[in-house]
């Protein structure tokens, strides 16, 4: 019989989602009559934005004639939409960064999960703590995750992210070859300033580590001395990847487009010391493992650049984060500790004393009829905390409040 890999009986069974449906669906059957309010998912609720809708439109009728129909394009991705992200994320915000180190993707998971196929094998991986999954799971996969030992991998460096630290994560004492940061981050809703930021660049020049800097949440960024790209910072370009997606900015969690970038300026070793390009071998990647995004969802991406697709997706963003505030205000008047919700759409809540993350999940439930994410299923550092999402509706945001007000 053929073996598997043996990586994957490490990882722990994904239990937090699956747990989550579990309790909401024998509430909901016990108690027909409550209006659940879903606040634990991290997806979109509103529709894509009409620019988007009119370009898969036209991109669908192009596929129907012979004379414009797309078959395999660019395993890159189509220069049409390359060109308007350097154009618009980068060079409007002074970034020097060509086409030809943007990398279209189907969103920006795939992307997190595969950049590793380009390292070696043993490079030693931090995570901060709590964390996206997708960051540990994948290098457990990797064989990278050494034994499990109750929460954490032991091949993994966790960096703790919490209340002693400002939710900020700060420089490890042992030193990672690559390292994953979020920001705005998921799922505590905070974000890095300029200043923090430059002291993680500054510690990957010294130290030679590489940074995967995940910036999927870059459109709800609204504070002035938080950068949009970690290509803001002086340096950046020689030791960090940088992953984006239309997901959230655009509502593409359906249609799916995102993009990673990778600088001609970043270098690896091999294995004879010899310098390579990381932008050459993940383009060697992409051309054997990936066939593109489809042309209709990158038409829809492209849109995203136009004067009303850009205003359409403000007003979306807009929205949300007027559900964060709301959340925020009507949170803390009700006497919680409440974390994140200024430049993310999430918010990272401290549960009552005494409760756990999972405690506090039943109570809002059993008590309030709201679905939030219990932060201990995001690590350890996560245990007594909530996550709750801005990407309900108004009413709905408001009503949840008003209950737990009460
Ligand atoms: N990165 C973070 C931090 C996320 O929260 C998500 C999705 O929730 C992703 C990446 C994946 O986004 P995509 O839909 O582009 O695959």
């Known amino acids: 019989m053929i073996r598997i890999n043996d990586n994957f009986l490490l990882l722990p069974e994904s239990y937090l989602f699956s747990e989550v449906a579990r309790r909401v669906k024998e509430f909901q059957e016990e108690n027909p009559e409550v209006k659940v309010i879903r606040m634990g998912i991290g997806d979109v609720t509103r529709p894509l934005c009409k620019a988007a809708i009119e370009a898969m439109h036209k991109a669908v009728d192009d596929e129907a004639e012979t004379a414009t129909f797309h078959g395999y394009g660019p395993e890159q991705g189509y220069s049409f939409l390359r060109d308007k992200i350097a154009d618009f994320d980068y060079h409007k915000r002074g970034i020097d960064i060509s086409s030809d180190e943007i990398f279209i993707g189907d969103g920006a998971k795939s992307d997190l999960g595969n950049f590793f196929d380009i390292l070696a094998q043993d490079n030693t991986v931090a995570v901060t703590d ?48 690559v390292v994953y940061l979020c920001s705005p981050n998921n799922p505590t809703g905070t974000a890095m300033t300029r200043n923090e930021l430059q002291k993680w660049v500054t510690y990957a020049k010294e130290e030679g580590c590489l940074i995967l800097f995940d910036s999927a949440y870059e459109s709800f960024i609204h504070s002035e001395n938080v950068p949009h790209s970690i290509y803001e910072i002086e340096g950046a370009k020689e030791v960090a990847v940088e992953f984006r997606s239309f997901s959230k900015t655009a509502g593409f969690t359906g249609v799916r487009c995102g993009y990673t970038v990778v600088p001609f300026a970043l270098k690896g070793l ?109 690590g350890a550092e996560g245990e007594g905390y909530l996550r709750l999402t801005a990407f309900n509706t108004h009413e709905a945001t408001k009503e949840a409040m008003l209950r737990m007000h009460n």
């Open 130 to 177: 709590p964390v996206y999954p997708v960051y540990v799971d994948t290098n457990v996969m990797g064989g990278r995750g050494g034994k499990r030992d109750g929460e954490h991998h032991d091949g993994i460096i966790y960096i703790p992210i919490n209340k002693t630290n400002g939710y900020v994560p700060q420089l490890p004492k042992q030193r990672p070859d």
């Open 270 to 378: 091999d294995s004879e010391g010899n310098e390579v390009s990381l932008n050459r071998l993940w383009n060697r990647r992409q051309c054997t493992k990936f066939n593109g995004a489809s042309y209709i969802s990158q038409r829809a991406a492209e849109a995203v650049y136009t004067p009303e697709g850009r205003s359409q997706i403000k007003e979306t963003i807009e929205y949300y984060m007027e559900n964060a505030r709301m959340m925020r205000e009507s949170l803390t008047e009700t006497g919680f500790e409440v974390i994140g919700g200024v430049d993310s759409p999430y918010i990272w809540l401290k549960t009552p004393i005494g409760m756990t993350s999972w405690e506090f999940f039943d109570y809002l439930l059993k008590t309030h009829g709201i679905v939030g994410t219990p932060g201990s299923g995001f």
